[in-house]
Every structure is written in C-alpha cells, then in structure tokens.
C-alpha cells in the first residue's frame, strides 16, 4: 500500500479538549459504513498501488473535514468553527494533493445562511492553524509544492472557495483569499451575486461586469476559476472571458442525467476547447444515470465515461466532493444553503444512506483507480485522469 509520513497527529491536539475548545464525537474517518471495495486480484491490486506510487494523484475537489457522528450536532459543531482535518482517513487515500474546499456554505459562526466575509476567513485560519501544528498536510500554492509533498511522502493541501460570493463588491478581497492561500475559487454557487448566476437561479443574467473584472483578477492572481455551481450562461461567459483555462471541479453530464447540478454537452465542449478540466462529483445523490438510478460508484464512473468520450480523456479528472461522515444526512440538514431541490430539478430519485465504493476520500481514489484497471484502462490514461491533467492545467493557470 501506498505510505506516507503520517505520525498519528489528531485535529488541535496542541490544545486541551474540554478546556480551549468543546469537544465533540466525530465519525469514523475509516469504516464509518459497509462500502464496498471494488474486487481485483492480487495482480492487478499490485498494478493498482504501482500507479498511485507513480503517479501525481490529485483530487480536483473534496472536503477533508471529518463531521460529528450525530448530524443533529453539526449547528453547535459549525458555529465553534473549529472543523477537525481527517488525517487519518487520508494518510490511506492514496492522495498526493487534495483541492479542499473548506466548509463555506455551512461556515455559521455569524450567520445562519453562509458565505459570509467574516465566517469563511474565520473557518480558513481555523483550518491553517491547526495544519501548521503538524506536517503530514502541506498547504500548497504552486506546482512544485505539490510534487515535493509526493516526494517527501506527504499530501499537499490547497485551499479553495466554491464560490466567490464572500468578496461582495470588493475585488482587492480576491488578493486577500489569494495571500491566505487560496488557489480556486468558484464563481457562484447556488444563489446569485455580485459576480453571475448560480444554478438555483430561473433567470440566469450571465457574468456582470463585476464578474468580468473578478475573472480578470483571478487570472492575473493565479486563481483557478471554478464554474461547478455557476448557472450555464454565467458558465459559459465566463470560459469565454477568461485568458485561462476554467476548471468544473466537481459536476457531471447533464446528458446522462437532466438536472441543473449536472452540465450540459455545450458547456463540457467549451470548457475543454480551452484546455480546461472536468472534474467528476460522487457528491450523494448527484452523479445518478438512468442506468444507474442509485447512486454508486459505477454511477460516477458512467459520468466518467461519457465525458471522456465526449471532449477527451485528456480533459477529464476527479473531483468528488466528499468528506469524512454523513454526507447525505448533512445534506437533509443544509438542504436550504445546498439549493437542494433547485439542483435536482424536480427529479425524483432513489435516495441512499452513502455512495456505495466512494463514500469518503479515504476509498475513493483507490476504487477509482481499481475500477479503471478491471475496465482494461491503459497506464497512460488512467496517470492523465487521477492527476496528470489537473497537474497540465494548473500550469497555465498557477503563476510559475
């Protein structure tokens, strides 16, 4: 199995639980719930664990944030502020960097809605200062981070927003986000702001002018731009106005599945054609096809696959939106923040208590990968989509 320098560090052990902080029960970061692995042999398990050795494996978009075992106690858990990093489950990941994008719209330390200026600064200098009290996670900002973390046996961390709605109409905040380390930053997320259209949105007005000069401030700043939630004519002006390529972290087909959470065949083909990625969700209840009406593992992966065929493989990644504990019951309890039933479009779906093989970051990669070799992928292909890729395009968008 793939090794790292994890050293058995536990969230804010520097403290005295109790005393600086409340404490709460937090779910397993392993074997929370029965999710299967994906069958292989003993060779192609050897085969499986050489590729996550030698390649740079990369999570386009995820939250490695462990929530307490009773979702009932994620208000007072949330307005503490102090959201505990799953070390352990990712020390097996197989990860070498992980595109965290911390806890934005549950951030409620101020507010009951999220996505307030004070609340996510407050949740990421949290979250930087308990990772600088160990050195398994390494914040990130730059290519050759990220590969001296995979040299070293350690995971790069890089913080992100999904959305931009905290800047409001202060641009210069985008300097501030980027001098704490953010790397990508969504455009918008289920409501509108400032900057465009979210995807709960009836009446989608594209980019403002606002939006325009947002975009070319993060492409001079080495912002990844991130249109996942954006809704498609905001998503489609933006790729059009931005100098660089534009990443959808973590959706999938709308082809395959017709709700507002998935793109359209239009906004994956403009996305690519700028050199841009996209990154496949297995957020809970997302990634549903018709052929695979509860969500999976093989749902994910038929997204997977119909994007690859659709733009290339060489434009395809993962971003699977996950973190460790109750996914599906976090949802139920932000289902307003969420958008929830605006982004499923008024589909009714088979609901279930965890994606079966991709429950939390601490199978998804291996699976993933595991998956790709029974289904006869090449080397090559399977380097380009768990890393690869994501690495390339970084390169135009990242400062060097």
């Known amino acids: 199995m793939k090794r790292t320098r994890y050293d058995g560090y536990r969230s804010f052990q520097y403290l005295e639980a109790g005393v600086d902080y409340q404490s709460f029960e937090l779910a397993s970061e392993i074997g929370r719930v029965p999710s299967r692995r994906v069958e292989v042999s003993d060779a192609e398990e050897l085969r499986v664990q050489r590729l996550l050795e030698e390649n740079v494996v990369v999570s386009l978009h995820d939250h490695v944030t462990v929530a307490p075992a009773n979702v009932a106690d994620m208000p007072d858990y949330r307005r503490h502020g102090r959201e505990w990093t799953g070390y352990e489950g990712l020390s097996v990941s197989g990860l070498d960097c992980v595109f965290d994008a911390l806890m934005g719209g549950t951030a409620t330390i101020t507010s009951r809605m999220g996505w307030k200026w004070d609340d996510v600064i407050y949740d990421l200098g949290m979250r930087l200062s308990d990772t600088a009290h160990q050195d398994f996670l390494v914040r990130a900002g730059t290519l050759?981070?990220?590969?001296?973390?995979?040299?070293?046996?350690?995971?790069?961390?890089?913080?992100?927003?999904?959305?931009?709605?905290?800047?409001?109409?202060?641009?210069?905040?985008?300097?501030?986000?980027?001098?704490?380390?953010?790397?990508?930053?969504?455009?918008?997320?289920?409501?509108?702001?400032?900057?465009?259209?979210?995807?709960?949105?009836?009446?989608?007005?594209?980019?403002?002018?606002?939006?325009?000069?947002?975009?070319?401030?993060?492409?001079?700043?080495?912002?990844?731009?991130?249109?996942?939630?954006?809704?498609?004519?905001?998503?489609?002006?933006?790729i059009a106005c931005s100098e660089r390529p534009v990443f959808v972290t973590h959706a999938g087909a709308r082809g395959l599945w017709n709700t507002k959470r998935m793109k359209p065949d239009e906004i994956l083909k403009a996305c690519a054609e700028r050199n841009g990625i996209i990154g496949i969700s297995a957020a809970a209840h997302t990634t549903l096809t018709e052929r695979h009406p509860l969500h999976s593992l093989e749902s994910v992966m038929e997204h997977f696959e119909y994007t690859a065929h659709l733009v290339g493989i060489e434009h395809v990644a993962f971003g699977p939106d996950i973190f460790f504990g109750d996914h599906v019951g976090l949802h139920r309890f932000f289902a307003k923040q969420f958008s929830l039933a605006a982004s499923r479009g008024g589909k009714t779906i088979q609901e279930v208590e965890?994606?079966?093989?991709?429950?939390?970051?601490?199978?998804?990669?291996?699976?993933?990968?595991?998956?790709?070799?029974?289904?006869?992928?090449?080397?090559?292909?399977?380097?380009?989509?768990?890393?690869?890729?994501?690495?390339?395009?970084?390169?135009?968008?990242?400062?060097?």
């Open 144 to 238: 050759e981070d990220i590969r001296d973390a995979k040299a070293n046996g350690r995971i790069a961390f890089v913080p992100c927003l999904e959305t931009a709605t905290p800047i409001e109409n202060e641009l210069d905040r985008l300097d501030i986000l980027y001098g704490l380390g953010i790397r990508s930053c969504g455009i918008a997320y289920s409501e509108a702001n400032a900057l465009g259209s979210g995807l709960r949105e009836a009446s989608d007005a594209g980019l403002t002018e606002l939006g325009r000069l947002a975009v070319r401030r993060m492409n001079r700043l080495g912002i990844a731009i991130d249109i996942s939630h954006a809704g498609d004519r905001t998503s489609l002006e933006t």
């Open 354 to 400: 965890y994606v079966d093989g991709i429950e939390n970051p601490s199978e998804s990669f291996p699976n993933i990968v595991r998956w790709l070799v029974r289904h006869n992928y090449s080397d090559g292909d399977i380097g380009m989509v768990i890393g690869a890729n994501v690495m390339r395009t970084l390169s135009e968008v990242w400062p060097r």
